[in-house]
């Protein structure tokens, strides 16, 4: 055998091997999202096994069991889907990498479901459904397995879509049908729900006004200055000591309210004084970061990358603590009415309901996760730790805010609002600069529009797929819900 022939063979051999490591590569691409199911499938199976035993030959056990497989379900959905609110923008301003943001994520969400979650049911307490139209135990149960089941169906939708939609308004949608459909239109209080219908707007036009505010001040006396490290000295401190004490504040509204009770001068008075603390901490370190540091944006960014972090692990945990509910709020309302036979207003969750919540949405976010953490860092438009840290702050003062006026508001859509807020502020800015240099300079030739949309910070056609999934998310839950509630009343007689 000639050395041309052997020099031939190796060479067809090393193509074949490649030929091989393309396959391979294409089947473990093709083949992960089949890992998350079954890992996914195997959850929901634990859960409905760890239920049975928990509540043995009870009566209703049947139901608490398929209740806590489907609970399991609308867990892994919200940690798909909503958790990205809170680590998206730290993620696409690159504070934090797409593993440590689900490191942090699953931890602070799992700390905030299982040490502050709340030990009532707002879904159920709420007031969407009047107690006294629901009185038989049977078709409330009923009731609850389809709002949630339509739920975690429609939260699974918005996922695959890639729309970071509401859990806390899948959940009003399915219960609303449900209850439409075991009582009639007058059993829902239309009020909450015109609320709830509100806060479509409110939510996102709040959250995007703050963070463009927010975004302006911090160009205004940072970016724009000749001397932008001894600006930094001087305000990065300031905007560090305001979020710790905004996200202090905002954490005893949404999860530390569960723990121990807190008046509200309290509340404010922790907030200032771990506000001042962290100024007083920041101060040194800040001066210390900048030093070496060139006099452009490329600096400044390094200063807000750790108050990025940590305002992302302080939204998951209030995330964890506030919203644990939407996955396992109806199961827990089910439990209670299979163990005392009625249906209650206020329904404490026991330890392993809580449990199924807390880690369902710590796998879900592990496993499905991170398409919309993309979509939320870093397709919409195009964030830096500024802006990032714009947005992250919005969330907590708007959600602040909201509360102390009594307006209904989502804090996904807070978050995402914040995030287009961003994006709008940078298009009205660069629109501004662009005709000031248009306006020192001969006229030239215009714009083509196609042109100009290609120059757009903002991607419109997220825009347009998030704002439909908002706006039909109740209705849709609800129709859902509606649906599987006749099924099963018509099969399960």
């Known amino acids: 055998m000639t050395d041309e022939t052997n020099d031939y063979q190796w ?18 691409y093709v083949s992960r999202p089949m890992v998350g199911i079954g890992v996914s499938l195997a959850f929901v199976v634990l859960a409905a096994l760890g239920a049975a035993l928990t509540v043995g030959q009870e009566p209703g056990a049947l139901f608490v069991i398929v209740a806590a497989g489907i609970g ?23 504070a934090l990498s797409m593993a440590g943001a689900i490191a942090i994520a699953a931890v602070f969400e799992s700390a905030g479901a299982l040490l502050a979650g709340g030990d009532v049911v707002a879904t159920i307490s709420s007031g969407i459904i009047d107690p006294a139209s629901v009185a038989d135990a ?14 975690a169906v429609w939260v699974n939708t918005a996922t695959w879509i890639g729309a970071p939609v509401s859990t806390t308004h899948s959940v009003v949608g399915g219960v609303m049908g ?11 209080d239309w009020h909450t729900v015109g609320a709830i219908a509100a806060s479509w707007i409110i939510s996102p036009a709040l959250g995007g006004i703050i963070a463009a505010l927010l975004l302006a001040f911090v160009n205004a006396r940072v970016v724009n200055r000749d001397d932008k490290l001894a600006a930094a000295r001087r305000w990065v401190p300031i905007l560090i000591g305001l979020m710790a004490g905004t996200f202090a504040v905002y954490l005893a509204l ?30 040194p370190v800040v001066r210390r970061q900048s030093i070496g540091l060139e006099n452009r944006n490329k600096s400044l960014k390094k200063l807000f990358g750790l108050p990025l972090v940590i305002s992302a692990a302080l939204l998951s945990f209030a995330h964890g603590a506030n919203d644990v509910a939407n996955a396992v709020g109806p199961l827990a309302a089910i439990v209670h009415a299979q163990q005392m036979g009625s249906f209650s207003n206020i329904v404490a969750i026991p330890p392993w309901v809580m449990a199924i919540g807390a880690f369902g949405i710590s796998f879900g976010l592990v496993l499905f996760g991170p398409r919309l953490i993309r979509i939320v860092g870093s397709q919409i438009t195009k964030l830096n730790p500024m802006r990032a840290y714009c947005v992250a702050l919005s969330a907590a003062t708007t959600v602040i805010a909201a509360s102390w006026l009594g307006l209904p508001v989502s804090s996904t859509h807070i978050a995402v609002g914040g995030v287009f807020g961003v994006g709008f502020y940078r298009e009205w800015e660069a629109e501004r600069r662009a005709r000031r240099v248009a306006a020192n300079r001969p006229p030239a030739k215009a714009i083509a529009r196609e042109e100009r949309q290609r120059r757009k910070l903002v991607r419109r056609s997220h825009l347009l797929t998030i704002v439909a999934a908002w706006v039909i998310t109740v209705p849709a839950a609800g129709f859902l819900s509606a649906g599987i509630f006749m099924a099963l009343d018509a099969f399960l007689v």
């Not at 060479?11 to 473990?28: F, G, H």
């Not at 379900?73 to 301003?93: K, S």
């Not at 999860?255 to 920041?282: D, E, F, H, N, R």
């Open 11 to 28: 060479k067809t051999l090393d193509k074949d091997l490649n030929r091989i490591s393309r396959v391979e590569y294409a089947t473990i």
């Open 138 to 151: 049977r078709v409330f149960t009923w009731a609850m397995i389809a709002a949630l089941l339509s739920a």
């Open 254 to 283: 949404k999860g530390l309210k569960q723990v121990v009770s807190l008046t509200t001068p309290m509340i404010l008075g922790t907030g200032l004084a771990l506000g001042a603390a962290a100024y007083a901490v920041s101060v």
């Open 72 to 94: 399991a379900y609308m867990a892994l959905n919200i940690g798909a889907n909503d958790v990205a609110n809170n680590v998206g923008p730290a993620v696409g301003a690159n």
């Open 178 to 188: 449900a209850g439409i459909a075991a009582a009639s239109f007058a059993s829902v």
